[in-house]
């Protein structure tokens, strides 16, 4: 793997990217006016994401965070830009104890969730419906999309580190190498 110039400057325009991406789902309302907004920024990032991407292809990990992008942008589409999450699922993770049925087609906790009935949710396979509990975190929910991110992060972590590794040198000469000389004379 050789680094290309301008990588650096590529990761850290996607880092923004998602950064700015996460903040409009977050905090800008899904409905009216800035709703427009939210989504246009939602679907053009997440694009631009994809295509940055792609400029690290050579690395597996790669693939595998693009093939997440697609996972979760599936189910995301078809609810306007937010992940559905169904409230069942929500419910017996005790994740958000402060959610309620009275929260049903709203955003959770200022996050890309909307809360929904299993039966109004499109691509339900692929939506935030896996509970997992880490120490110190605590219990949250998550897609198959974000599972495929987070491998294809680790990938590419690995292959950084093992490629970037220094292998350990050869002897300059060996016994019977050209150059090579006998201590026996």
């Known amino acids: 793997m050789v680094r290309r110039a301008g990588d650096s400057v590529v990761l850290a325009l996607a880092a923004a990217i998602f950064v700015a991406q996460q903040l409009a789902i977050s905090n800008l309302d899904p409905d009216g006016g800035t709703g427009v907004v939210r989504k246009v920024l939602f679907f053009s990032t997440t694009f631009v994401l994809a295509v940055l991407v792609l400029r690290f292809r050579r690395f597996w990990g790669a693939w595998l965070i693009g093939a997440g992008i697609l996972?979760?942008?599936?189910?995301?589409?078809?609810?306007?830009?937010?992940?559905?999450?169904?409230?069942?699922?929500?419910?017996?993770?005790?994740?958000?104890?402060?959610?309620?049925?009275?929260?049903?087609?709203?955003?959770?906790?200022?996050?890309?969730?909307?809360?929904?009935?299993?039966?109004?949710?499109?691509?339900?396979?692929?939506?935030?419906?896996?509970?997992?509990?880490?120490?110190?975190?605590?219990?949250?929910?998550?897609?198959?999309?974000?599972?495929?991110?987070?491998?294809?992060?680790?990938?590419?972590?690995?292959?950084?580190?093992?490629?970037?590794?220094?292998?350990?040198?050869?002897?300059a000469a060996s016994v019977g190498a050209p150059g090579a000389t006998d201590m026996l004379g």
């Open 71 to 171: 996972l979760n942008l599936l189910p995301m589409a078809a609810h306007g830009g937010s992940m559905p999450i169904d409230y069942a699922v929500l419910e017996r993770s005790g994740a958000f104890p402060e959610v309620t049925l009275a929260d049903l087609g709203e955003q959770t906790n200022h996050g890309k969730d909307v809360v929904l009935q299993r039966d109004d949710i499109h691509f339900f396979p692929l939506s935030d419906r896996y509970v997992v509990t880490l120490p110190v975190y605590g219990a949250n929910i998550y897609s198959l999309g974000d599972f495929v991110l987070f491998a294809g992060l680790g990938v590419v972590l690995i292959q950084a580190i093992v490629v970037n590794v220094p292998r350990s040198r050869r002897p």
